[in-house]
């Protein structure tokens, strides 16, 4: 341990001298957490839906009324109505407006008759956030317009369906956090773990260790151990401040604080021995670099950090089954903003442990003790 816990403190010490490293390196992922967060986490609002009646009739002007309320209400969008479906057509092409509701001719004679029929929404699929937006909006319009209410005769009410919310109302912001904290972990763990050890090697520090009797398993546990301190550190003030700034409730709660550090502290040294397996033959120093945004972008999008793994396509799902990022959003999710305990995310715990020791044994199998 005194060999180790000597190149730990030189690490250390050297890390401490680049203080902008430090600073940026926990800026990075909070500003992608505050802009992402609320870029994407909020409702849409104000959009311009254009509106065709070629009815005129009742149930035409029962819809149009229904969207006047909603853009009253929820401001989802704003119903603009054109004289014609060619000009409305034209507006959607140019970006005038995010949708076209065609009413048909015939549109109320249909709804008496009981022949069901149609409203055509003419959408700019490009956008597929506001597109299944106003798709949801548009079929909630048009439920119920072929009711025909009965005065005479008391009909039993139909079966409606109430929907409870275990949890608080969560915003897309803090959503994002869990992935936010672990993707700090991960750029420390590169910048401090996988490109000092390169740069080692390219002044030839790398050579002086060779000629000492630390082990194979030693120096790789050294490089590990001063990396995941780096990214345990990085990760431990991205989470106190993320969720200060993402209105995560009590933020400051101990018990929930000393969990979810136990979370970052094997999600870093799990992360920091794979890296390091990855590149213990490495000797080209651009390969981490370029290396660091091929897994940035691998390891983190099919985690579940933007997105639920369960609307992920198959190859994807199978990535995320392998991915160190998925166990470790998951428990940092469950603990932060699930409020569960321990007990919860004790198989995600196992995993990140699992793969830290299978990787540093790994690595100081692979690592060479030569030039």
């Known amino acids: 341990m005194r060999h180790v816990w000597a190149l730990v403190e030189r690490e250390l010490i050297r890390f401490l001298r680049a203080p902008l490293l430090i600073i940026f390196t926990i800026l990075g992922p909070l500003l992608q957490l505050v802009v992402l967060g609320y870029a994407f986490g909020g409702t849409l609002h104000g959009l311009r839906l254009a509106m065709v009646d070629e009815d005129h009739g009742v ?13 009253a209400g929820a401001g989802t969008f704003e119903a603009v109505l054109y004289a014609d479906e060619a000009g409305a057509l ?3 092409r140019i970006g005038k407006v995010s949708g076209v509701v065609v009413i048909p001719r015939g549109f109320t004679r249909r709804i008496l008759a009981r022949e069901a029929p149609q409203v055509a929404l003419v959408e700019n699929n490009v956008d597929r956030f506001v597109s299944s937006a106003l798709a949801g ?20 009410a139909g079966v409606a369906l109430a929907v409870v919310e275990l949890y608080p109302f969560v915003p897309y912001v803090q ?7 672990v993707l700090a972990i991960f750029t420390m763990v590169m910048l401090g773990g996988a490109f000092a050890f390169m740069d080692d090697k390219v002044l030839g520090i ?36 993320g969720m200060v700034l993402s209105g995560v409730p009590a933020p400051l709660e101990p018990v929930r604080l000393l969990q979810a550090l136990l979370v970052i502290t094997l999600t870093a040294l799990a992360l920091v021995s794979v890296m390091f397996l990855l590149l213990a033959r490495v000797n080209d120093p651009m390969v981490p670099r370029i290396a660091s945004m091929l897994l940035n972008t691998l390891l983190f999008f099919p985690s579940g950090a933007v997105y639920p793994v369960e609307a992920l396509p198959g190859w994807l799902r199978a990535i995320a089954v392998v991915d160190p990022f998925t166990y470790a959003v998951r428990a940092l999710r469950t603990l932060l903003l699930q409020g569960a305990g321990l007990a919860a995310i004790t198989p995600d715990l196992l995993v990140l442990s699992a ?6 044994v790994l690595s100081a199998a692979v690592f060479r003790r030569s030039l």
Not at 140 to 156: F, K, Y
């Open 59 to 71: 149930q035409a002007l029962r819809l149009r009324e229904r969207a006047q309320a909603v853009a």
């Open 90 to 92: 034209k507006a959607l």
């Open 137 to 156: 909006v548009l079929k909630e319009l048009v439920t119920g317009l072929d009711q025909v209410q009965v005065t005479t005769t008391r009909l039993p």
């Open 175 to 181: 959503y994002l956090l869990p992935g936010t904290i």
């Open 206 to 241: 790398h050579e002086g260790y060779l000629v000492t009797p630390v082990t194979r398993l030693e120096l790789v546990a050294a490089f590990d151990v001063s990396g995941a301190i780096k990214a345990v550190t990085a990760g431990t003030v991205l989470t106190l401040v």
């Open 355 to 360: 793969t830290g020791a299978v990787a540093l």
